[in-house]
Every structure is written in structure tokens, then in C-alpha cells.
Nanobody, 125 residues
């Protein structure tokens, strides 16, 4: 059974940076598409970023318009870990951030098959 564990959340001032980590057990992350979603209080859980598996001709990634140019998703296959580097943080980025694992190599048109427990990110103005 896949288990995803996030870490790296916290309190940061606007304009600051945080790096979230997602470590997996029971799965080799490099073989699957991975993503990040977030949920603010009383709201849904929209997509933030995703990346395809490590193989293929050219692994690729997508981002929500609201984070494009500020957030970067990446992975360290040796550590079986996926990261979300968040720069130039804004108060509206405040949310619980969830790591998501897909069942295949690509995420387009797919819903995540597994979720982490979430990590809180709070950005103060």
C-alpha cells in the first residue's frame, strides 16, 4: 500500500520561500506521475502542480496559473521524494498542501489515486 508523507510546511512572511517534501513508501515515485494540491479553509482542493514520470523522452510539468513562475515541482529519485519549491509566497497561498500520487505515468485527465495527510502553509502579510 502506498503511503505519502508530506513535510516542510510552516509560517512564513509574504515574499518568503518554503520547500515542501513528499516521501513515499510502498512505491517507487520515479515510475509514476506526482502532483500537489492545496485546500484553504471552507474551499475545495484545486490542483497546484504535477509532473510526469521520470522516464520518457522529456518529463514535463504543469502548474496552476496562480503559482506559475513562483512554484517548482521536482523529484529526487534516489530519495524517493517529490518537492514543491514555493517562492514569492503570498497570503492567498495559505492552505493545507497535499501530495498526490497518480496510478500511471501521466496525470493529464487523471485523478490522483493516493494522497498524503497534508502539511499546513501559512503566509502572513
Amino acid at each position: 500500500q502506498v503511503q505519502l508523507v508530506e513535510s516542510g510546511g510552516g509560517l512564513v512572511q509574504a515574499g518568503g520561500s518554503l520547500r515542501l517534501s513528499c516521501t513515499a513508501s510502498g512505491r517507487t515515485l520515479s515510475n509514476y506521475a506526482m502532483g500537489w494540491f492545496r485546500q484553504a479553509p471552507g474551499k475545495g482542493r484545486p490542483f497546484v502542480a504535477a509532473m510526469s514520470w521520470s522516464g520518457g523522452i522529456t518529463p514535463y510539468a504543469d502548474y496552476a496559473d496562480s503559482v506559475k513562475g513562483r512554484f517548482t515541482i521536482s523529484r529526487d529519485n534516489a530519495k524517493n521524494t517529490v518537492y514543491l519549491q514555493m517562492n514569492s509566497l503570498k497570503p492567498e497561498d495559505t492552505a493545507v498542501y497535499y501530495c498526490a500520487g497518480y496510478s500511471g505515468r501521466y496525470y493529464s485527465g487523471q485523478s490522483p489515486a493516493s494522497w498524503g495527510q497534508g502539511t499546513q502553509v501559512t503566509v502572513s502579510s
